[in-house]
């Protein structure tokens, strides 16, 4: 979300430098948040996918060592052990308790040999779905006060407010959340927001001028 | 870098069926990926950061509680071992044992427990550079077209032609990279491109003509 705010945003301002008239700005953003919020949201869900399908075939290959390569899943299993700290005995019990169960077995090695957690399946779409209805969200935002105004620099001006608000209340959000100081947070999501508007509006003017 | 790509090439596209000259597209295009690599390399960097704190916070309250609350954490630690299938003795055995030493136990509880990997610290500002970096590299592919041509238009064909053949080429290798089949995942990637790039151009030519 806080690129669907950022990017847009940036464009809008880069444009407003460069352009005279708003309808332009209006065409171009909304082409960008179409083009994000597609990008991102199948790209999303094509990732889902991805992990989804990689997940279950590793899956397929443990329960195929399991049954096929024992004494090699085995070895991997004592290693687990050695490397968190046990010494020889406990890892021959530990690992000969573990082999016991052939299903909680793969459990194990999926999740300690191979880190990977298994993935929810609805995961994906619900994300993708998130994600692109996030960026058309964040992107009509900073675009909106260019719908009201004549002037470029005007909308400029609305957009500049409103989206820093945006951006400062959403790092808030965002910070409370993963445990961040939100104060610091919200700043951060917003400085992040403006260098990047300045950075467009500045590259816009100069290629305007060429 | 398949975001750099696909979203310059969209707007691109989007803008070539709404203005008729290119140096619009090309100033929209290149405050595009202004903003995109800032707005992308500096959120990377800044994320890598937030990780490397929390990972850090994480690792003083687990220092913190093995040294004042060893009671609780001998119950966490027998936990995992429970929750692996080990038996009530085992549990026991193996819980004392990785208690012997404190640095390996932090260690085992921040990536076992906790599920936190240990953050390359060099790794945040590296991936800045990437992910900016691609940005640029990936936008400036759709845009460049638009240097040499005098109609949107004509622009726009080589524009499409470039890009779908580069992000073929990313997504092929790209899958080759993570194990997928690669001529399908070149497939997908260049159809996400494809499906953000045509909404583009559908939704700017709907708005031009509003």
Redesign the interface.
């Known amino acids: 979300m ?2 669907g705010l ?2 847009p ?3 809008a ?3 407003s430098g ?2 005279d008239s708003t ?2 700005i ?3 953003g ?3 948040i ?3 919020s ?3 949201g ?2 999303g869900y ?1 990732a889902g996918k ?1 992990e989804q ?2 997940y279950n075939s590793e899956k397929r290959r443990e329960y195929y060592e399991v049954d096929h390569l024992r004494h090699r899943e085995i070895e991997e299993t004592k290693e687990f ?1 050695a490397s ?4 020889e005995e ?1 890892q021959a ?2 690992t000969e ?2 082999a ?2 052939k299903d ?2 793969v459990q ?1 090695m999926m999740k ?1 040999e191979l880190g990977l957690e298994e993935p929810d399946p609805k995961r994906a779409r619900k994300s993708a779905f998130n994600i692109g209805a996030s960026y058309i969200v964040g992107g009509l935002v900073p675009l909106s006060p260019y719908f009201f105004v004549e002037h470029p620099i005007d909308g400029l001006k609305y957009s500049v407010a409103v989206t820093l608000i945006c951006l400062f209340i959403f790092g808030w959000f965002k910070s409370k959340v ?3 100081n939100p104060l610091w ?1 919200a700043l ?1 999501v917003m400085l ?2 403006a ?3 300045a ?6 003017k100069l ?2 001028g060429a």
Chains 1, 2 share one sequence.
């Open positions: 806080a690129d950022t990017v945003f940036a464009l301002a880069g444009l460069a352009v309808s332009i209006v065409i171009a909304i082409a960008e179409a083009a994000g597609i990008a991102m199948l790209g094509l991805t399908d990689h052990f968190i700290g046990l010494d406990l019990k530990a308790q573990i016991q169960d909680k077995w194990f300690y993963t445990g961040v947070g951060k992040i927001g260098m990047a508007a950075a467009a509006f500045g590259v816009a290629f305007e």
